[in-house]
C-alpha cells in the first residue's frame, strides 16, 4: 500500500540556518504530495503542494519538488526562523485520503 | 471565528464513560474526518464523511462511533475506552469534487482524550 517516510527526528538548528527535511515515498501511479506543519497546541495546516512530477510547491520561504525519479519531495529552507519551531508532516493523497510520515519535529535556537 | 472548531480541548475520563467529542467547520466544505494521533506514529485516518455519508471507516473499533448530522457538524462519540485510546483526536474537512483542492484538508486544534 501506500507509504510516506521521513527523516527521523528531532532536529535542532540554529536560527538562519539551512534547513532539509527528506521524504520519500511508495504509491502506485502519481499522487498529489503534501507538507503539512502543526505548530505547538495547533491542529495541522497546510503549508505546500505539489500535483504532478517536476512541480516545485513554495509558502513562507520553504520550498519542496516533486521527484518522479527518486519519489521524494525533500522540505527546504535556506534561513529557518525560531518561529518555524514545529512539527512538520510529509503526506500523499489518494482518492481523499492522506497517508501521512509519522512527522519531524523541528527546533531552532536564537 | 476559525474554520474548524473542537470542543472540548481536553477530556478525562475512565473506561466505563460515554463521552462526546464534537466538531464543527465554518467553510462551506463537504467532506468531513476524523484523525487519531498517537505519539510516535503517523495520523490515522479513522472516518470520512462526504455529504453527511460515511464513506470510510478505517478498522476503527466500534468504541468509537461517528455521527454526522449534517454537513457542517461532526461527533465522535466514545464508549468503554481503553487507556490506547487516549491520544489527541483531530478534525478536518475539505471541500471534494467539483474544482475542489485534492489533499487539502482543514484542520481544527484537537482533543486531547486521556482515558484512565
Known amino acids: 500500500g501506500d507509504s510516506v517516510t521521513q527523516m527521523e527526528g528531532p532536529v535542532t538548528l540554529s536560527e538562519e540556518a539551512f534547513l532539509t527535511i527528506n521524504c520519500t515515498y511508495t504509491?502506485?501511479?502519481?499522487?498529489?504530495l503534501f507538507w503539512y506543519v502543526q505548530y505547538p497546541g495547533e491542529g495541522l495546516q497546510l503549508l505546500l503542494k505539489?500535483?504532478?512530477?517536476?512541480d516545485k510547491g513554495s509558502n513562507k520561504g520553504f520550498e519542496a519538488t516533486y521527484r518522479k525519479e527518486t519519489t521524494s519531495f525533500h522540505l527546504e529552507k535556506g534561513s529557518v526562523q525560531v518561529s518555524d519551531s514545529a512539527v512538520y508532516f510529509c503526506?500523499?493523497?489518494?482518492?481523499?485520503?492522506?497517508?501521512f510520515g509519522q512527522g519531524t519535529r523541528l527546533t531552532i535556537n536564537p | 471565528e476559525t474554520g474548524v472548531t473542537q470542543t472540548p480541548r481536553h477530556l478525562v475520563m475512565g473506561m466505563t464513560n460515554k463521552k462526546s467529542l464534537k466538531c464543527e467547520q465554518h467553510?462551506?466544505?463537504?467532506?468531513m474526518y476524523w484523525y487519531k494521533q498517537s505519539a510516535k506514529k503517523p495520523l490515522e485516518l479513522m472516518f470520512v464523511?462526504?455529504?453527511?455519508?460515511?464513506?470510510e471507516n478505517n478498522s476503527v473499533p466500534s468504541r468509537f462511533s461517528p455521527e454526522c448530522p449534517n454537513s457542517s457538524h461532526l461527533f465522535l462519540h466514545l464508549h468503554t475506552l481503553q487507556p490506547e485510546d487516549s491520544a489527541l483526536y483531530l478534525c478536518?474537512?475539505?471541500?471534494?469534487?467539483?474544482?475542489?483542492?485534492?489533499?487539502?484538508?482543514?484542520f481544527g486544534e484537537g482533543s486531547r482524550l486521556t482515558v484512565l
Open positions: 478536518a474537512s475539505s471541500q471534494e469534487g467539483g474544482g475542489g483542492r485534492v489533499g487539502e484538508l482543514f
Open positions: 504509491a502506485t501511479g502519481y499522487p498529489s
Open positions: 505539489a500535483t504532478k512530477a517536476d
Open positions: 503526506a500523499l493523497s489518494r482518492a481523499q485520503k492522506l497517508v
Open positions: 467553510l462551506g466544505h463537504n467532506a
Open positions: 464523511y462526504n455529504f453527511k455519508e460515511q464513506t
